[in-house]
Nanobody
Framework: QVQLVESGGGSAQPGGSLKLSCAAS????????MGWFRQAPGKERDFVAA????????YYADSVKGRFTISRDNAKNMVYLEMNSLKPEDTAVYYC??????????????????WGQGTQVTVSS
């Protein structure tokens, strides 16, 4: 069982930056693939980024590639999403998620077993 709590959301202007954090508690955090998803009003939950247990593998949605960076600190049970060059279309609730399979399965949310409560990110001028 893993509990996930996101923080760091808020408002930013287009071109600005935000850094999201996800604190994990529970067993075997370092064995899990961790991901970030986002959901805008009236839309499906979309994959943003994922990172393997070692941090050696990272995966990004095309829409954020080159702008967002996912990282993790297994010693602190933390996952981060650094977001730069923000655009209005990045506005959404961002969710941290954990996949207990231990290997990257893909971008479908159904692969992930545990979810945080979400944090709002709003990008507007």
């Amino acid at each position: 069982q893993v509990q996930l709590v996101e923080s760091g959301g808020g408002s930013a202007q287009p071109g600005g930056s935000l850094k999201l954090s996800c604190a994990a508690s529970g067993r075997a955090f370092s064995d899990y693939v961790m991901g970030w998803f986002r959901q805008a009003p009236g839309k499906e939950r979309d994959f943003v980024a994922a990172i393997t247990w070692s941090g050696g593998g990272t995966y990004y949605a095309d829409s954020v590639k080159g702008r967002f960076t996912i990282s993790r600190d297994n010693a602190k049970n933390m996952v981060y999403l650094e977001m730069n060059s923000l655009k209005p279309e990045d506005t959404a609730v961002y969710y941290c998620a954990a996949d207990s399979d231990g290997y990257y399965s893909g971008t479908n949310p159904r692969y992930y077993d545990y979810w945080g409560q979400g944090t709002q990110v709003t990008v507007s001028s």
